[in-house]
């Protein structure tokens, strides 16, 4: 074993001794949490129950429990992975200097670029996968981006039998989702048991079955969607052509580069939602809550937006030719270089910018 000097905290008047790094890591692990502590967090991680069972029992002392703790950890390759330096950092993120002092020497992983980007989580519920819609997937997630506090939560893929639902996302809010689940079990919409487990990404499928996800749920062509709640749901590039979306609750929905033509988007509550780049073409958004949406580059050709309500929203560079915005409201709404021809009508008395035509044209070509 490799000897290091002066590595860790150490009282002044002690003597500056040579200790292995395996003894360093385990005073690391003495000085930020005690033995149950460490077997809670180990149970968090998918694969962590295997090590749990090769620990010491909950009567060694502190000290001699983390040795082992150490020797067990090192022999299932959580070391020399980083595995453990990235669940102490998830676990006690205001010790992450004092982690990565530990972490480099076992030859210096990238952590504090690590820390700055994913991690992965796998939500299970006792759920039928075969019952499960795209449109139920994504209700469900939307409620899972909820609990996590954070919209940006991706969902990478959806395994079979007790759904699994694999996620990437922050360290900080894959920790708020743990915590929720862990004071609330049960999915009250489904009345179905929920458990969320960090996963290593050695661990996290590639290939096929993002493949499969990717094509399982996001095909809602002509889907009945009516009232449904879909709020905060991650729907970027999905194929919603002639989907009834009436009522739907869209609230800070991701409609990236989604297809919407002749979507039945009637009284839908989309404030704050997400739509750069959508095909949003004779799509039907009549009386539809609007508000401070973004629509950069969207493309709203003969679109029926009567009546909606575009406070603040982002349109700017939509393609707007022969939409119909009788009515509507556009205080604050954002319009530069926005894209529209003779057909286009405006609310009685609003005087719209001068068209980017130009644009449209190289855009169409």
């Known amino acids: 074993m490799d000897e290091y000097v002066g590595v860790g905290v150490e009282p002044a008047s002690a003597p500056r001794l040579r200790k292995t790094r395996e003894a360093l890591l385990a005073d690391l692990l003495c000085d930020l949490m005690d033995p149950k502590e460490l077997v809670r967090e180990l149970r968090r991680v998918e694969g962590g129950e295997e090590v749990v069972r090769a620990l010491p029992g909950a009567d060694t002392p502190p000290g001699a429990f983390m040795d082992e703790a150490v020797r067990v950890l090192k022999q299932h390759g959580w070391i020399e992975s980083g595995d453990i330096f990235t669940l102490l950092r998830f676990a006690r993120p205001k010790r992450g200097e004092d982690i990565q002092e530990i972490a480099s020497l076992w030859g210096g992983f990238p952590f504090s670029a690590a820390s700055r980007g994913g991690r992965y989580v796998v939500v299970e519920l006792d759920l039928d996968y075969e019952t499960l819609t795209p449109a139920d997937l994504a209700a469900l997630l939307g409620r899972i981006r909820r609990w996590s506090g954070s919209k940006a939560l991706r969902l990478l893929v959806v395994e079979r039998g007790s759904i699994r639902l694999i996620l990437s996302g922050e360290p900080e809010w894959l920790q708020a989702l743990m915590e929720y689940v862990e004071d609330r079990p049960v999915d009250e919409e489904t009345e179905s048991a929920v458990s ?70 009637r009284d839908a509550k989309l404030q704050g939602a997400r739509l750069w780049n959508a095909n949003l073409q004779r799509a039907n958004l009549q009386d539809a809550d609007l508000r401070q949406a973004q629509f950069p580059d969207a493309d709203l050709r003969h679109s029926n937006l009567r009546g909606a309500n575009l406070y603040r929203a982002n349109l700017r560079h939509a393609m707007l030719d022969g939409a119909d915005l009788s ?16 057909h286009t009508k405006w609310p009685e008395g609003f005087d719209p910018p001068p068209p980017e035509r130009a644009l449209g044209a190289k855009r169409r070509a």
């Open 196 to 265: 969320v487990r960090l996963l290593r990404g050695r661990d996290v499928p590639r290939g096929p079955a993002l493949q499969h996800t990717h094509a399982m749920w996001r095909e809602f062509e002509r889907a009945d969607l009516r009232g449904m709640d879909l709020q905060g749901a991650d729907l970027w590039s999905a194929h919603l052509q002639q989907a009834d979306l009436q009522g739907a609750v869209l609230r800070g929905a991701d409609l990236g580069q989604s297809d919407l033509r002749d979507a039945n988007l």
């Open 327 to 342: 009515d509507a409201w556009l205080w604050g709404a954002k319009l530069e270089d926005v894209i529209y021809d003779e």
